[in-house]
């Protein structure tokens, strides 16, 4: 079964600069599996809050991960600058998945593509709602570029 490639740097549209440590490295001489998922929420988390999304003490909605995937393509070891780029994949009425890829600095292809799926809920019931007005708007900014955009990565519903 042929792989789908890997999207690339000029599918993101947000990105976040990561360092990496001394400690992520495992006894293979690279970043472990498990640390890109750290770089990933912390890539989607700290957008959230730039963008006045997220109140991790008070706010209301608050995103719960209820899916994560991640795809390898090449290693990184400590220690490598790299860079979390995040785009929209889907926004629905009351969840978001997020598309991410993690890049050296300067190349165009991901070491790592990952997607991280969100649903939104009351903080106090912790049940499903609807994304407000104002962080769909927010959120819709994410969206790939047109020309890099497959045509059932992003709807809303």
């Given at each position: 079964?042929?792989?789908?490639?890997?999207?690339?740097?000029?599918?993101?549209?947000?990105?976040?600069?990561?360092?990496?440590?001394?400690?992520?490295?495992d006894a293979y001489?690279?970043?472990n599996n498990a640390v890109y998922y750290h770089w990933f929420d912390t890539a989607v988390n700290?957008?959230?809050?730039?963008?006045?999304?997220?109140?991790?003490?008070?706010?209301?909605p608050i995103g719960l991960v209820v899916d994560t995937r991640c795809r390898y393509a090449r290693s990184v070891a400590y220690p490598e600058p790299v860079?979390?780029?995040?785009?929209?994949?889907r926004l629905g009425s009351?969840?978001?998945i997020y598309e991410l890829g993690a890049f050296r600095v300067g190349e165009n292809e991901p070491v790592a593509e990952a997607a991280f799926t969100h649903v939104y809920v009351d903080r106090a019931r912790r049940r499903p709602t609807p994304l407000p007005d104002i962080w769909r708007s927010k959120l819709e900014a994410l969206a790939p570029p047109v020309s890099d955009h497959a045509p059932t990565s992003a709807s809303s519903g």
């Open positions: 079964m042929p792989r789908t490639p890997l999207r690339p740097r000029t599918h993101y549209v947000a990105w976040t600069p990561i360092t990496t440590r001394w400690s992520d490295n001489g690279h970043v700290a957008w959230l809050i730039a963008a006045g999304l997220l109140d991790g003490a008070h706010g209301d860079e979390i780029r995040l785009s929209l994949g009351s969840s978001v």
